[in-house]
């Protein structure tokens, strides 16, 4: 007979590409990993990795192994959340986020989560939003927080709803008391998040579709350094507005108002559609309790939330 170790062991050769990479994934040493991987050989009386090869490659027996491994591992965490209580439950979750969440509301997010399952291990991944598609993709992370431009049809999504964003610059660089024309915005040197960011990517297809054909810009992978760069007078960016009121009512930033549609921001929880599991369904509601991009660096869950997005 085989066990549910077994079964891991095969699952995270396969997922981390060797038996030390298992290894570290299961906190065990590899001789503990090369044995269970043995033991079910035996019991199947056949190959389950060709060690022929340098990386550790499945057989055609092995790949047969890892998608039953795969299907009766996500039955068995299934079965445990749904009989276990918030409060006794024990599994790894791994969140992944894009920076403006991070600089807003993450910390609410985990202290909600803990304080309803206080013995899961909850892993934070601050990346961009394509490399965050990936990674769930990759089965890498348990669920993404980003804008719904994400989307993918393998994906579940829940909306956290529209942020509001808006074209800022420094105080009069454009006009305050007009709508400011393509061509104007096309005349100043446009700061944009690089290509692996869903909002740059929003923002490089928006100046696109409305033939704003600009003569310089400068692309960071960062959100801070793009409000750093628009206060000092470098340029013109489209940032979230509530985050940065009180810039805006210091006079550091101004908003401007184009005669172009502005492009619409939302964001969404998404997670693999196949995954079920109760804990992320939870997780995904307490995000949407929790989902505020009104301020930035907010310190506790135990101050009062405004500007919902």
């Not at 997010?109 to 990936?134: F, T, W």
């Not at 909306?159 to 074209?167: C, D, H, K, N, Y």
């Not at 079920?276 to 930035?296: G, K, Y």
Request: with cysteine; aromatic share 6%; net charge neutral.
């Amino acid at each position: 007979m085989f066990s549910f170790k077994q079964l891991e062991a095969v699952y995270w050769i396969d997922r981390a590409g060797s038996f030390a990479g298992a290894a570290l994934r299961l906190n065990t040493s590899q001789a503990a990993i090369s044995k269970r991987v043995q033991e079910l050989e035996s019991v199947l009386s056949a190959d389950i990795f060709d060690r022929s090869q340098r990386q550790a490659r499945l057989t055609e027996k092995g790949e047969e192994v890892l998608q039953a491994a795969v299907r009766l591992l996500e039955q068995r965490d299934q079965a445990l959340e749904a009989l276990t209580r918030p409060e006794a439950m024990t599994r790894r979750l791994r969140i992944g986020v894009t920076e403006l969440t991070a600089m807003t509301w993450l910390p609410l997010l985990l202290q909600r989560v803990r304080a309803e399952y206080p013995r899961v291990a909850i892993l934070p991944d601050v990346d961009s939003g394509l490399n965050l598609r990936d990674k769930l993709l990759a089965d890498e992370i348990d669920v993404a927080i980003a804008p719904q431009a994400l989307d993918e049809p393998r994906f579940s999504t829940l909306s956290l709803g529209q942020v509001p964003f808006a074209w800022m610059c420094q105080a009069g660089a454009l006009p305050a008391d007009r709508k400011v024309a393509a061509h104007e915005l096309a005349g100043q040197t446009i700061l944009v998040q690089g290509p692996k960011s869903v909002l740059g990517t929003l923002v490089e297809r928006w100046l696109r579709s409305q033939q704003v054909h600009r003569a310089q810009s400068i692309s960071t992978d960062s959100v801070l350094p793009l409000i750093g760069l628009t206060v000092a007078g470098m340029g013109v960016s489209y940032l979230p507005r509530d985050c940065l009121a009180t810039w805006i009512d210091s006079g550091a930033l101004q908003v401007f108002h184009t005669s172009l549609p502005a492009p619409e921001v939302h964001y969404a929880v998404s997670w693999r559609a196949e995954r079920r599991s109760v804990l992320v369904s939870s997780v995904t509601q307490i995000a949407r309790e929790c989902c505020d991009f009104s301020n930035l660096f907010q310190r506790s869950a135990q101050e009062p939330a405004a500007g919902r997005a």
